[in-house]
């Protein structure tokens, strides 16, 4: 359990650094005009990239090969993303909720979901 907690509290260290980052620059691109599923799709690619470094050697201390562990990762943030686009094409494009609302609650669903998804499957112990 003292382990799922620090491994936990790094996911949050490093999730919330880049989701901060992220949701600002998401509202920025909107105010310059870009849609929130275009800005979406940009800053989801970005963050994948970024925190699989972060998360793989710090958070979850992985120290097998990277290839499988990127690939997994890989997938996992597709399926995220998958999600996240279907959520905003629902709520925003059919039932006209705010898309900064909506996104922010996005972020915080996916995060769980994504820390379940790496500690079990992405990260896994041999």
Do not use: E
Not at 45 to 61: D, M, P, R, S
């Amino acid at each position: 359990m003292k382990k799922t907690l620090g491994q936990l509290f790094r996911y949050g260290v490093v999730g919330l650094t880049s989701n901060l980052i992220g949701y600002f620059l998401y509202l920025g691109l909107n105010q310059l005009g870009v849609g929130p599923k275009a800005a979406m799709s940009l800053l989801y690619a970005i963050g994948v990239a970024q925190t699989f470094i972060f998360n793989k050697k710090w958070t979850f201390g992985h120290q097998q090969n990277s290839g499988p562990a990127l690939f997994r990762y890989c997938a996992a943030y597709g399926f995220g993303y998958l999600i996240n686009l279907t959520v905003l094409i629902i709520a925003v494009d059919r039932w006209a909720w705010p898309h900064q609302w909506v996104q922010g609650a996005m972020i915080l669903c996916l995060a769980i979901f994504l820390f379940l998804i790496q500690k079990f499957w992405v990260f896994r112990p041999p």
